[in-house]
Nanobody, 125 residues
Framework: QVQLVESGGGLVQAGGSLRLSCAAS????????MGWFRQAPGKEREFVAT????????WYADFVKGRFTISRDNAKNTVSLQMNTLKPEDTAVYYC??????????????????WGQGTQVTVSS
């Protein structure tokens, strides 16, 4: 099993930056694809970014390319999401997720087995 705890959310003005962190417990972290998703009020949960087990490969949703960066530290069991040039439309609850059984990229939320409780990001205009 993997337990995930997000932190780093908050209120920021448009154009600002935030760094989200996700701390994972469990021995399978370095064998897990790790992803970030978000969900705005009244909308479905959507893919933001994911990173491979080694950290060498990353994938991003088009709407965050060039603004967000996902990274991981397998020695510390953490995955981070650096968010720059934030926009009001980035306002959402951000979730960290883990996929342990497969070794290929997926952006489908239903493929990820473990989820954190979420952290709120609010971007004011």
């Amino acid at each position: 099993q993997v337990q995930l705890v997000e932190s780093g959310g908050g209120l920021v003005q448009a154009g600002g930056s935030l760094r989200l962190s996700c701390a994972a417990s469990g021995r399978t972290f370095n064998r897990s694809f790790m992803g970030w998703f978000r969900q705005a009020p009244g909308k479905e949960r959507e893919f933001v970014a994911t990173i491979s087990r080694s950290g060498l490969n990353t994938w991003y949703a088009d709407f965050v390319k060039g603004r967000f960066t996902i990274s991981r530290d397998n020695a510390k069991n953490t995955v981070s999401l650096q968010m720059n040039t934030l926009k009001p439309e980035d306002t959402a609850v951000y979730y960290c997720a883990a996929l342990t059984y497969d070794n290929s990229f997926t952006s489908r939320a239903s493929d990820y087995e473990y989820w954190g409780q979420g952290t709120q990001v609010t971007v004011s205009s």
